[in-house]
């Protein structure tokens, strides 16, 4: 599996929205131009993401999109599966023999997990923290 432009725009969209959480809806045009994309492309993500649940359009002057959950109940996984399909690493794994078919499960069983229990609340969260002073050990 490979994480297209759809999967990695789509989550800026959700972590620009949950930024704002509260405050209002964000214009896609605004997340465009913050994010140096194209507005068009964003749009066509958008309405997905709208049909599963996961942002609400609000029309008028100083509309736009907002989450329709709090940023802690919607996971990075949520957001892939709408906008890439399954989380498959490896298709047609069937015939192959008991060794590589297990580990072809434990990569695709330990991608879904680090998905489904990363929430965009954890992924802004995470941007705020500075970085910890790393100690050098010499040998």
């Known amino acids: 599996m490979k994480i297209s432009t759809k999967g990695r725009y789509g989550l800026t969209i959700m972590i620009e929205l949950a930024r704002k959480y509260g405050s209002g809806p964000m214009s896609l045009k605004l997340i465009a131009e913050q994010n140096d994309l194209s507005v068009h492309y964003l749009e066509q993500l958008a309405s997905p993401l709208r049909n599963a649940g996961l942002i609400q359009s609000i029309r008028g002057a100083y509309g736009g999109y907002k989450l329709a959950k709090k940023p802690s109940a919607i996971t990075a996984g949520d957001i892939i599966r709408v906008l890439e399909g399954p989380i498959i690493l490896v298709e047609g794994i069937e015939n192959e023999e008991p060794a590589k078919q297990s580990l072809w499960i434990r990569m695709t069983d330990a991608v879904?997990?680090?998905?489904?229990?990363?929430?965009?609340?954890?992924?802004?969260?995470?941007?705020?923290?500075?970085?910890?002073?790393?100690?050098?050990?010499?040998?």
């Open 112 to 139: 879904k997990d680090v998905l489904q229990t990363t929430t965009l609340q954890d992924l802004i969260t995470h941007e705020d923290e500075k970085p910890t002073e790393q100690t050098m050990f010499y040998i």
